[in-house]
């Protein structure tokens, strides 16, 4: 996928102010994730603001930035690196990972199961009412994520944006029918 294309996919009207169309090799907000050719959202969190790795992102070979505005949308080139101004990075971050993988929730059944108590034993009895039926189902809990043969230990409670559309992706990759979180 193209930069263009993929900033298509905010709906911002950006694509038409790149001049310098790449192929894009990966997305990530993790600085430390970085490889040439990568997409770099600079997201703020709680303990850290992702401007403050945009050096590090860059010096790894992002060739873009997509970073929060101070009010409008804007593209700037600066040493043939993209730098994408956007309203809120986090929706960016969601939107841009969605189309980087081509929008797997939207080619399979999606069930997120919400609540204080009992969402692991709902979708794993979910699960085992699927697979009865002949369905291949995938589940994304807090303990692990696994579909087919394949068990991805969980790293946090709840993956991130780029992490989930990953898996989302693998999952329908692998012929997953329902997705159950």
């Known amino acids: 996928m193209y930069l263009k294309e993929l900033i298509r996919a905010l709906n911002l009207d950006l694509e038409s102010r790149i001049s310098s169309d790449f192929p894009v090799k990966g997305l990530s907000c993790d600085s430390r994730r970085i490889e040439p050719g990568f997409v770099f959202v600079a997201v703020k969190g709680n ?5 403050e790795f945009i050096l590090e992102a860059v010096k790894k070979g992002a060739k873009a930035v997509v ?66 039926c002949g369905f291949i189902p995938g589940v994304i809990g807090t303990i692990n994520c696994r579909f087919q043969d394949k068990v991805i230990p969980s790293l946090n409670t709840t993956p991130g944006p780029v992490e989930l559309q990953s898996l989302l992706d693998r999952m329908f990759k692998s012929e997953v029918a329902y997705a159950l979180m």
């Open 47 to 51: 303990n850290a603001d992702g401007k």
């Open 67 to 132: 970073l929060k505005s101070g009010g409008t949308c804007s593209v700037q080139i600066k040493d043939s690196v993209v730098f994408i101004e956007v309203p809120d990075e986090r929706i960016a971050l969601a939107g841009l990972a969605a189309a980087f993988y081509e929008d797997p929730s939207s080619r399979m059944k999606v069930v997120g199961v919400t609540g204080t108590n009992g969402k692991t034993t709902i979708t794993y009895l979910l699960e085992a009412i699927l697979k009865e």
